[in-house]
Every structure is written in structure tokens, then in C-alpha cells.
């Protein structure tokens, strides 16, 4: 193994640590104005996440630190070409921060209304961008001779398979969010969300199989990647299996800790699964 595929390995597990320890942050901010019907539950639901929230963005930032060090060519061409998309990212991780910290400035119901949908609106935005540029990499994306991304406007990206991978990101997370929340409430909420659980993990079970049996049916290289290393199919085989234990874990309430720290998992394996199926520069 070369310098060059370690710190592959060590950026895809940036990117994986990310999702995980930030998912669910996504995950409350896309539930918070539907479960929490009340002020004092809204608050319960920032408060579960306050003191981490901030702290799990900064694996974004070591990603990209990583990604410009040992990949600048990349970076330079990716940064440049989807710099409309990553202005967006930038607006929304700022919106999130300013949402939680101008919703308490004032007392009216109103006012905290509007940043908790401002909340809500920027999370799920977060969740489908980073969907969206997965599934535009994971596909691949056109260069020219000079290494630029071939990519006009931000609607470029908008291809049926990205938005599909956007659509599966937003399920991951609120997935994700809800068992979070399951652990760190009580009551009314807590039965709320309990509610969601499984409706969230079905949907996601379900959007993740469209997912993959897209890549096979369009004949994409990420599937010929897969049928030249067949070995590779243990990572979303890895994936479904984790999925289908978790759901029958978070039923039994008192192993919700185990199911929580199990559904972490498919995000690992799903983001190194779109990573091992790319094609070999041996398999054409």
C-alpha cells in the first residue's frame, strides 16, 4: 500500500467519522420542530445536542485539511468546480449556528418559531448538499485537460442519481437523530420520537436498496467495481445486516444504547462501500 492510499483510507474515515458523530446533529435539527410541540421540549432537544454540536463539525474541517495536503490537485478541482455548493454548505452550517444562538434572544413564540424553522431548513439543506456531492463523486465527475471540473452551475449537479443519494442521506440522518433523541429524552417526547424510529429505519432500509440497485441497473462503474472484487459486496451486505439488528434493538428500550451505537455503523460502511466500489485503475 502506497503513501497515497493511506491517506486515502485516513480521509475516507474523516469523512465517515463526519457523518457519524455529526449525522444525528442533523438528524435532531431535521426533527426538532415536529417532535417537540412545546417551547420547554424545544429547548430539551437543543440542550441534547448543545454542548457536541460545534465540536463534530470540525471533523468537515479535517477532511478538508487532509484532502489539501495529500490530494491538492483534487482539491484545487473540486473546490473550484463546486464552489457555488460549497458557498451553500457554508451558508447552512452558519445558519444552524445562528439559529440556536439568536432563538433565546427574544421571549416571543413567534421569533423562536421562525429560527427553530430556520433550524429545521439548514439541517436539511446540510443533509442533501452532502448527499447530493457524494453521489455526483461516487458517479464521477467530468475534467477537462487542464484538471478543472467541467461543471457550469450548481443545477449541473442536480443529476436524478445525486438527488436520490440526497434522498438517502436526509433518511440516514434523521434515522440517525431520532435513536439520539430516544436516548436523551423522557416522557411525551421520548414516546414521539420512539414512534418515529421505526418508520425512519424503514424508509431508510428502503431508499438505500433503491440506492444500490439503481448503481447495478444503470451499469454504473461503481458496479463494475463491485462485480470485478466481489469481496466488496461484505461492506453493504456489512450495512443491511447492522440495520435489520438495530431495528429489532431499539424495540427492546433497554438495549436502545446498543441499537444507537449499531446504526452508526451502516454510515461507515455505506461511505467506505461507495469508496471500494469505485473502479480499479486495473479494471478499465
Known amino acids: 500500500m502506497s503513501l497515497a492510499d493511506l491517506w486515502f483510507v485516513l480521509f475516507?474515515?474523516?469523512?465517515?467519522?463526519?457523518?457519524?458523530?455529526?449525522?444525528?446533529d442533523l438528524g435532531v435539527g431535521i426533527l426538532h420542530p415536529f417532535v417537540a410541540r412545546t417551547d420547554g421540549e424545544r429547548r430539551v432537544v437543543l440542550n441534547a445536542i448543545g454542548p457536541i454540536w460545534d465540536g463534530n463539525e470540525v471533523w468537515l474541517v479535517v477532511g478538508g485539511g487532509v484532502l489539501f495536503a495529500a490530494f491538492p490537485i483534487v482539491?484545487?478541482?473540486?473546490?473550484?468546480?463546486?464552489?457555488?455548493?460549497?458557498?451553500?454548505?457554508?451558508?447552512?452550517?452558519i445558519l444552524r449556528t445562528v439559529a440556536i444562538e439568536f432563538r433565546s434572544k427574544m421571549g416571543s413564540a413567534g421569533w423562536r418559531a421562525v429560527w427553530d424553522y430556520v433550524f429545521f431548513g439548514a439541517s436539511l439543506g446540510l443533509a442533501v448538499l452532502l448527499g447530493?456531492?457524494?453521489?455526483?463523486?461516487?458517479?464521477?465527475?467530468?475534467?477537462?485537460?487542464?484538471?478543472?471540473?467541467e461543471v457550469n452551475n450548481i443545477f449541473d449537479l442536480l443529476n436524478p442519481f445525486a438527488l436520490l443519494v440526497g434522498l438517502t442521506s436526509i433518511a440516514m440522518v434523521t434515522m440517525h437523530g431520532a435513536l439520539y433523541l430516544n436516548l436523551k429524552t423522557e416522557g411525551m417526547l421520548q414516546e414521539r420520537v420512539q414512534r418515529l424510529v421505526p418508520i425512519t429505519m424503514v424508509i431508510f432500509a428502503l431508499l438505500a436498496a433503491v440506492t444500490g440497485a439503481a448503481v447495478f441497473l444503470q451499469q454504473d462503474p461503481i458496479a463494475d467495481g463491485y462485480l470485478a472484487n466481489p469481496w466488496r459486496f461484505i461492506f453493504p451486505i456489512a450495512a443491511a445486516v447492522v440495520v435489520r439488528e438495530s431495528f429489532s434493538l431499539a424495540s427492546l428500550g433497554p438495549l436502545l444504547l446498543v441499537a444507537y451505537l449499531l446504526v452508526s455503523a451502516p454510515v461507515l460502511a455505506h461511505i467506505t462501500a461507495r469508496a471500494a466500489g469505485l473502479p480499479d485503475e486495473d479494471d478499465g
Open 132 to 149: 447530493v456531492a457524494l453521489g455526483n463523486i461516487a458517479r464521477g465527475i467530468p475534467l477537462n485537460e487542464a484538471g478543472e471540473v
Open 12 to 24: 475516507i474515515l474523516i469523512i465517515a467519522a463526519y457523518l457519524v458523530l455529526d449525522g444525528f
Open 75 to 93: 482539491y484545487a478541482a473540486l473546490f473550484s468546480g463546486f464552489y457555488g455548493a460549497m458557498m451553500l454548505v457554508l451558508f447552512c452550517l
